[in-house]
C-alpha cells in the first residue's frame, strides 16, 4: 500500500480500532492460551494509509522474554498491512531486549497459518482443547470454523529474534519498557496462596507491571491499621496503582471503588481503607464504582474480591484503560471514611488517641508532631482520662535519646507523635492498643 506508515495508536484512533476489532472479532474481547484480554487495555499500533486513515491494527503484552502478538486485524488483507505490522511489532520486541515474538490462532484458520509462515514464524505447540476451554469464557465462538472444520484446538507459532543492534527511539515511542507500578497491601497474611493468587492475576494481565508489596500482614479485619499503613507508605512509593484489600465486608453491600488522586490511583473497598491515603496523595480527583463485569475476573468469588475484583481491575488502570469504564462515578463525598480519631489540647500538653502500633512496639498516636515542641525536655505519658500522673519519660528526637529501657516521646518518620522505648517495646510497657487515649504532658 503507497505511504503506509506504522505508528503507536493515539487517542484519536480508538473509533476506528474499535471498529476493526468489532469486524474481526465481534468486540474488544479476544480469549488466547485461557485468558480473555480486553484489546482496549493493551498497547497497539496501527497501520495508516497515505491520507491518514487507519486500515490495520496489532495489539501486544510483553513478558519477560517475548511479545505476544494478541491481535492483528486488517481493514483489506493482501495489501502488506499486516506484514507491515509484524515487522513493526518485531522492531518493539527486539528494542525491548525480547528475544520472541509468538500468536496464537486456531486449527481452521488456514489463511493465517500461511501468512504466519510466510512472515517467519514456525509451529511450536498446539493447544489440543484450548478454543472448547475457550468457549467457557466467551460463548460466542462458533463450534465450526472456516471451510467447514470444527473448532476446538489452537496453535502456537513464534519468531526466534537476532540479538542483533536495537532501535534507539523504538522502546521509547512504542512504550515496550513501559513498566507500570502496582502496590499491594493486605491483610492476608503469608501462609496461605492469597497474595500469590493476586499477583499471578496481575502478572497474567500486565505482565510488564512492577509490583511493590507493602505489607500483607495487617491484622486481620484491621481496616485503621491497613488505612494508617497505606496512607503513610504511598507518599514514598512510584507513581502508579495502589491496591489495599482489609475487608470484613467483603461479598456484602459494601462497594468496591477506585479512586483517581494527582499521584496515582487508589483500588479496594470502600469501608474507610482508601480515603487516607487518597488525601495524603493530594485527595480524590474522581471515583467509580467497580461494577462493569467486563473489567472482573469471568467468575467472582464472594470472599476473594481481591483476586477476583481488585487485582484485575488494578492491572488494567495500570495498562492505561480510562477509570470511567469500570463503573458509575461516585461522588466523593459519599466515600466510607474512618471516625476522625480523638485529639485534645490541653494547657500543659494534650491527649491523643493511640492510632497505630508498630512491628516494634512503638505506639503512634493522633497528632501531629509539632504539638511536641513546646514541651520540656521531660515529659509525662500516661492514661488519657483520669489523674493518674503516668510515667516519665524524654521528650527526644530518636530511641537513644532515652537511656536503655526508658521511654521516649518523639516526632517519627511519618510527622505524628510516638512513644517508644529505648531498646524495649512501648505498647507492653504502657499497656496500651489502638483506640485508646494516652496523655502527654509536661514533667
Known amino acids: 500500500m503507497t505511504g503506509m506508515t506504522v505508528r503507536p495508536a493515539r487517542a484519536e484512533d480508538r473509533a476506528a480500532v474499535d471498529a476493526l476489532h468489532e469486524r474481526e472479532w465481534g468486540g474488544p474481547y479476544v480469549v488466547a492460551h485461557d485468558t480473555r484480554h480486553d484489546l482496549r487495555t493493551l498497547p497497539t499500533l496501527v497501520a495508516a494509509d497515505g491520507a491518514g486513515a487507519v486500515v490495520g491494527a496489532l495489539a501486544y503484552r510483553a513478558d519477560a522474554d517475548g511479545l505476544e502478538v494478541v491481535s492483528v486485524v486488517a481493514a483489506t488483507p493482501g495489501g502488506g498491512v499486516g506484514t507491515a505490522l509484524l515487522a513493526a511489532a518485531a522492531e518493539v520486541a527486539r528494542a525491548g531486549g525480547r528475544h520472541r515474538l509468538w500468536l496464537v490462532t486456531t486449527n481452521d484458520n488456514l489463511r493465517a497459518l500461511r501468512f504466519y509462515q510466510r512472515c517467519g514464524l514456525r509451529l511450536v505447540r498446539v493447544d489440543r482443547g484450548a478454543v472448547d476451554r475457550a468457549r ?42 513501559r513498566a507500570p507500578w502496582i502496590s499491594l497491601t493486605t491483610d492476608y497474611g503469608l501462609a496461605d496462596g492469597f497474595v500469590a493468587a493476586c499477583h499471578g492475576v496481575i502478572a497474567r494481565l500486565a505482565p510488564q507491571a512492577r509490583i511493590v508489596d507493602v505489607t500483607h500482614l495487617v491484622p486481620p479485619a484491621d481496616v485503621r491499621r491497613g488505612a494508617a499503613v497505606l496512607a503513610q507508605a504511598v507518599p514514598h512509593l512510584p507513581e502508579g496503582v495502589h491496591v489495599a484489600v482489609v475487608d470484613p465486608g467483603v461479598g456484602t453491600a459494601r462497594r468496591g471503588v477506585a479512586l483517581a488522586t494527582p499521584r496515582g490511583l487508589l483500588v479496594g473497598p470502600d469501608n474507610g481503607l482508601l480515603v487516607d491515603a487518597a488525601e495524603a496523595l493530594g485527595g480524590v480527583s474522581a471515583a467509580v464504582e467497580l461494577t462493569d463485569p467486563d473489567w472482573l475476573a469471568p467468575e467472582v468469588s464472594r470472599t476473594f474480591h481481591g483476586r477476583d475484583v481488585f487485582a484485575p481491575v488494578a492491572a488494567r488502570l495500570a495498562l492505561g484503560a480510562p477509570l470511567a469504564r469500570f463503573g458509575p462515578a461516585v461522588d466523593p463525598g459519599s466515600l466510607v471514611r474512618l471516625p476522625t480519631p480523638v485529639l485534645r489540647r490541653e494547657a500543659d500538653g494534650f491527649a491523643a ?68 522505648v529505648n531498646g524495649g517495646r512501648a505498647v507492653d510497657l504502657l499497656a496500651v492498643a489502638p483506640g485508646d487515649l494516652l496523655r502527654v504532658a509536661a514533667g
Do not use: C, W, Y
Not at 136 to 151: A, D, H, Q, T, Y
Not at 388 to 400: K, L, Q, S
Open 353 to 420: 488517641e493511640v492510632l497505630t502500633v508498630d512491628h516494634f512496639g512503638n505506639v503512634q498516636l493522633a497528632a501531629p508532631g509539632e504539638l511536641l515542641t513546646p514541651l520540656p525536655a521531660r515529659v509525662r505519658v500516661g492514661p488519657g482520662a483520669g489523674s493518674a500522673p503516668g510515667r516519665e519519660a524524654v521528650h527526644g528526637r530518636t530511641f537513644g535519646d532515652a537511656p536503655p529501657g526508658g521511654l521516649v516521646v518523639h516526632a517519627d518518620s511519618a510527622g505524628r507523635v510516638a512513644v517508644a
Open 136 to 177: 467457557r469464557l466467551k460463548p460466542s465462538i462458533p463450534m465450526v470454523g472456516e471451510g467447514g472444520i470444527g473448532l476446538h484446538d489452537e496453535l502456537v507459532l513464534e519468531l526466534l529474534l537476532a540479538a542483533g543492534e536495537r532501535v534507539p527511539d523504538a522502546r521509547a515511542e512504542h512504550g515496550a519498557d
